[in-house]
């Protein structure tokens, strides 16, 4: 446990808003503990060498979510990031604020947008005022039942996977990582009424502009797997409401295509997203795509090994998740 | 100016109950907190909530344990009061949203806990006070209130014998700011930080606690802190009680399960003075094991199976693994007591009332008293939602007939000079510096075996430090989210807390609870079964004692 020190240099963000044209770096040289947390280098550089250092932190054992920060380009939480591993990879340990907030000052960002996109999906109970809670007893609810919401209940909103979010950088009206694991919560909650009602209004407002690049479950150090969670929203709109959007049209397409010859057909995928009308406005894009890879522009022919994708699916069906 | 008709202080468990029970009542309510509400130190709460509600147990032995537990110190009123609403209060949150563990018939699990005749705390995994902390506060969002969020209170304003309002910093804007209230609720948390080895998040530095004490607030008891048997060694995180309660054994270096000598009939699960004291004793006859982050007994875990130990104790798998290099699932987890809870606060009735009109308290920030001399664990939880729900209703109840408030702009101004003092210096110490003294001050002088000579030399070095605090320097010249001042403020509520702490235990010639006094080793009925009241006066903490609240319950040993 006990381990010798070595020098760990910090690149630190500094920015005062106040006082500042433009953001900085400021380099401190601590000796320290390969297992020091950021966090913990971060406050003794505050006790020792300089208070005018600002960041957000609280519990220090990843519970109450305050310390989330880039580090080395990495959204995570300073208080249970050791410095060794970095130091040994990079020679150097870069702290930054998250992304997709603004600046406050130095570490600390302004999480208003984080906020906003948790309030927007509702997390709260909804109840059927016909239906009212059990007088005087707690609803019943299995285990199986509780084994349902995964490890959404771990979120502590750290908004580590807003940060690390490349949806929410391109579209501010998307509700990122966090925003859509709460409401899948919210959703396979037996006490809540508006499962259907969620379901639907998520399909228009933003649900299918995850770019499934996962990297919201790899930031995540609750294990929340938002990724996973929004897969699974994905597929319980479509069940609740059909392919009716966009995206779920794309999502529905690219699964029967691929089920029909075992490789996209891009026109047809064209066609069936956008439905007839809207492919016409797709038109240009299609020549484009044509001049330059006119393979892809040919109808399929079913690949070799197509009736083991049929078998696959079968299975998949039989085990009636529509996977 | 801004004005609101209940201004609640802290945004916790108990601050978020009180302002939901002030909501409910009618009243315009502003939430004020130096974190946001999601990020309270409620959520690290991890072990469960106190109701007796299985077929075996009654809310008489939830009482009965409570009394015990309290080493008869408890006001027997308040805590009859306070078992009988434990069912009451957690079907509430279930009904809230909060997503509890459940047992395979569909109702709360529950696991045994320290102190307690049955199985009566009800739980999330090992995460309780997040899944409570969410549940409350998402059934909050769906009314109507003001979020005043990373505000730290500087200052109960009182005048004409009640309270007018608060004055407090906001971090973000880097402003002081005054906000008119006849009815203030403190629900700000412990103190935690004036130990070095503490379980608590850094910002539990007992802001509310000493503004009320300026102000003129009378504390209660506030020489009983409780050490946590079990916290991680070198960081001090906690490991949750219910690591015991779900059949973790303590042993020494030779491998001995020593509780069996302390605690012959509940060994691990006596109540959390008796096992801090045990492991401490261990280690001083020299049977704990040593090294580079001090002594330490083992925690083990390892015989009830990675399945079991993943599901239920999940955080605190996580916690061991990543903050200390160990897997409790092969390998025993490195523990020794640190500072856990305050029994001791502002002193209130069971209304959340406290000795001055308009100001109200709950959570671990009062002292009601329930927990007496040493807390149940699992009652925390429970008294956070129990008292903060009366605080809020009693301060709705006081608002509605409450004369205006009478604050003034120049409140700010004069609550907010010593502040700009430190900043206009130019030379002084840093407020760290002085942290960090007086918490090692406290950790080696005011720990879990206290005595004369050590207390007395407590007092010395607390008051000298108190005296080095006039000369504090915030040099950081910025406003926003300037922590520099910040430190500054809540070293200089922790300092004045400290000697609350202090003076109280060296008066306090008993050992009761979790006070243990080598040079007083026995419990004094006669002489000191009563709460002790501090009043801030110009010499330091001028002390009086009050009785306690009896109804049945005679004072017997307190054997586990």
Known sequence: MADATIPVPLDVYRFDPARDSAPRYQRYTLDLAPHTPVLSALLKIRAELDPTLSVRFSCRSAICGSCAMQVYSKSRLACETPVGPEVELHGRIVVEPMRNQPVVRDLVVDQAPFWKQYEGIEPHLKLDPAKPMPAGRTNPMSPEQVEAFHDTPRCIACAACFSACPAVEADPSFPGPMALAKLYRFVVDPRDTARQDRLVRIQTEGLWLCLRCHLCTDSCPKNVRPSERIRDLKEMAVAAQ?????????????????????????????????????????????????????????????????????????????????? | MLRHEVVVVGAGLAGQRAALAAIEAGRDVAIVSKLHPLRSHSGAAQGGINAAVGAEDSVETHIFDTVKGSDYLGDQDAIEFFCGEAGPTVVEMEHFGTIFSRAPDGSLARRPFGGAHFPRTIYAADRTGLALLQGLWERLGSERFTLYDEWDLTNVVVRDGRVQGIVAFDRKKGDFAEIASSAVVLATGPAGRIYAHTTNAHSCTGDGIAAAYDAGAELKDMEFVQFHPTALLETSILITEGARGEGGLLTNASGERFMIRYAPHVQELASRDVVSRAIVTEVAEGRGFAGPFGPYVHLELMHLGKEKVESRLQEICDYARRFAGIDPVTQPIPVYPAQHYMMGGIGTNRRGETNLPGLFAAGEAACVSIHGANRLGGNSLLETLVFGKQAGMAAAAYAATAPATALRATDVEEATAPLRRWSSRTDGEDPSTLRTELQRTMDRYVGIYRNEADLMEGIRRVRALRARFERVRVVDQSRIYNLNLTDALETGHMLELAETIVVGAYARTESRGAHARTDFPKRDDARWMRHTIARRAPEGPALTYAPVGYTRWEPTERVY
């Open chain 1, 242 to 323: 059909g392919a009716t959007e966009l995206g779920s049209r794309h999502a529905v397409g690219f699964k029967e295509n691929l089920r029909s010859t075992g490789i996209l057909n891009e026109m047809k995928l064209v066609r069936q997203t956008y439905g007839v009308v809207g492919t016409l406005g797709q038109v240009g894009q299609g020549i484009h795509v044509w001049r330059k890879k006119p393979e892809i522009t040919k109808r399929p022919h079913p690949i070799e090994g197509a009736e083991e994708i049929e078998q696959i699916y079968k299975a998949l069906d039989a085990e009636g998740d529509g996977r």
